[in-house]
């Protein structure tokens, strides 16, 4: 009875051991520092989004990847600003267009 109990006592030991060195070497596994809880760093301008905006565009992690929420709301946000881009280009092609006709 007694070896039993100091197979399982080592075995505990060498697994705590590894568990602490694996954790030490590998960490968590993430590249950003965690957020403050109810931290969120989803934030983009009012208007005249960027390129450079978009790739400081950072989204809350959470258990299995990333807030549902707040890639919803920048990919709706996103979705607006290229949507009211394309309707100016568009109007400018035509007024362009009419003009040359005009010519």
Do not use: C, H
């Amino acid at each position: 009875m007694t070896t039993v109990l100091i197979y399982l006592v080592v075995m505990a030991v060498v697994a705590g051991v590894v568990f602490l060195v694996a954790s030490l070497v590998f960490g968590r596994g993430e590249e950003l520092a965690p957020l403050p809880p109810g931290a969120s760093p989803t934030r983009l301008p009012a208007d005249a989004v960027t390129e450079q905006d978009i790739q400081d565009l950072r989204f809350q992690q959470v258990f299995r990847g990333y807030k549902m929420s707040e890639v919803d709301w920048a990919l709706d946000r996103l979705g607006r600003e290229v949507t009211e881009l394309r309707a100016r280009v568009a109007e400018l092609e035509e007024r362009l267009s009419v003009e040359e006709n005009a010519r």
